[in-house]
Each structure stands twice: as structure tokens, then as C-alpha cells.
């Protein structure tokens, strides 16, 4: 396992619904400080992207009669919400954190800019990255691959239910069977759904490799990251 100084977590809003899929779940929240917490005590620079779907989710309400560009800034407004979520529940575990928005919000949350997040990354702040792409037509997956590459991330961790990527779905398919390494080629000719195309390639061409691993396993991040544990599953160049 390689040697991961500056990271990028990518969640999705549902996890932090814990069993319910909408609102957010102190419980859930707070287990993810910790697992947070675990590694920047270990002076791992720490990024997070948070999706938005346990409050709103921008496509789904483009076909329930809301157009789609303000469904999508809707879906931005809803991660900034989880952001802040995330930010207290971290600054209640005594970790410093800070939330920047790709849409600026006066009052809530700084504009994300590079050279600010940098910032941040290097005096020991978590670094919440809110607001999507700050523009619509991108998901998060696709907002957490352009954050990571401007903040210079050595790897996205993605947080799914599974531990990691299959060749079927396994919570509907048990036969299906787990890879412990792709190479980006590879999940493209497989056609795995591990992110949007838009984000994969930006990963790929950038040489971002990505972990999928199991949010809900206790200690997971400190496992792979601290521990160097081969948990979830490696996309990588090669």
C-alpha cells in the first residue's frame, strides 16, 4: 500500500442518513468525525467532498417537474448543508475544520479556491468541500475528482456499503466476486459504474487512483491509511 500523505474522502449524503436514506443521522455523523479524526491525528492532510441526496437530489427532481439547472443548484445547497453537518461534528471532536463552497454562500462559508484549501490542508484543517463543482450537469463524484486534482490529492477514497468493487452488485448477486486491483483500462472494458465517466477520467488522466472501500467498517480509514491495509478496492494507471 502506498504511502498517502494528502487524501480526498468522497461520501455520499445517503451515508450520513444512517439506516433511514434522508436527513442526517447524529449517530452517523459522529462515527465519521472519529474515523476522521484517526487520521489526521496522524498528519494525514484531509479532504472531504460530501454528496447531497438524503436532502435532495438534483436529477431526481428534474423528473418530478423541477428543472434540472435549479434541481442541481438545489443538490449544492443541500452538500453545503451536510458540509456544515460535518464541520461542528468534527469541531465537537476538537478537529479543526473549515467548509469552502465552489458556490459562494456569505456568511456560512468561504469560496473554494485552490490556494485557500492548500491553506487549510497545510496548517491541519479539514478541508469540507461543498457547493459541488459549483456549477450544474456535474455530480459530486465528478466535484470530488476536480477538487482532488487542485488540491494535488495522492488518492480518492470513495465510501460505498460494500467493501469495495465486484463483478455484480453484492447485495443482490452472492456469487459475485470481488477485485482486490483494477487498472482504470480495465473498469472502463468492464464497464463498472465506479464513478461518472466525467470524474473516472479525470482520475485517470491525472493518475489519481481511487479506493473503494466499506464507510461503515469501523477503523477503515485508519486501516488502509495508517495500517496499510489492502482493504476495498485499488483503481490505478496500472
Known amino acids: 500500500m502506498a504511502n498517502y500523505k494528502r487524501i480526498l474522502l468522497k461520501l455520499s449524503g445517503e451515508s450520513l442518513a444512517g439506516g433511514s436514506g434522508l436527513g442526517i443521522d447524529p449517530g452517523s455523523l459522529n462515527t465519521y468525525a472519529r474515523e476522521i479524526k484517526s487520521i489526521v491525528e496522524k498528519n494525514i492532510e484531509t479532504g472531504v467532498v460530501l454528496g447531497g441526496g438524503n436532502i435532495f437530489r438534483g436529477l431526481q427532481g428534474s423528473g418530478k417537474g423541477f428543472d434540472r439547472v435549479q434541481g442541481d443548484y438545489m443538490g449544492m445547497l443541500a452538500t453545503i448543508i451536510n458540509s456544515m453537518a460535518l464541520q461542528s461534528a468534527l469541531e465537537s471532536a476538537e478537529i479543526k475544520a473549515i467548509v469552502l463552497s465552489g458556490i459562494p454562500v456569505d456568511g456560512l462559508c468561504q469560496k473554494m479556491t485552490r490556494e485557500t484549501a492548500l491553506d487549510y490542508l497545510r496548517n491541519g484543517y479539514v478541508v469540507i468541500m461543498a457547493g459541488g463543482t459549483g456549477n450544474p450537469f456535474f455530480t459530486t463524484d465528478s466535484a470530488a475528482a476536480l477538487r482532488a486534482v487542485e488540491i494535488s490529492a495522492d488518492v480518492i477514497l470513495k465510501g460505498t456499503r460494500v467493501d469495495g468493487i465486484y463483478t455484480a452488485d453484492p ?22 459504474r465506479i464513478m461518472d465517466l466525467t470524474a473516472f477520467t479525470l482520475c485517470k488522466e491525472n493518475n489519481i487512483p481511487i479506493i473503494v472501500f466499506n464507510v461503515n467498517e469501523k477503523g477503515i480509514l485508519y486501516n488502509i491509511l495508517v495500517d496499510k491495509q489492502k482493504k476495498g478496492t485499488l483503481v490505478s494507471t496500472r
Do not use: I
Open 171 to 192: 447485495e443482490k448477486d452472492p456469487a459475485a466476486e470481488k477485485f482486490d486491483h483494477l487498472t482504470f483500462d480495465e473498469a472502463y472494458s468492464k464497464n463498472l
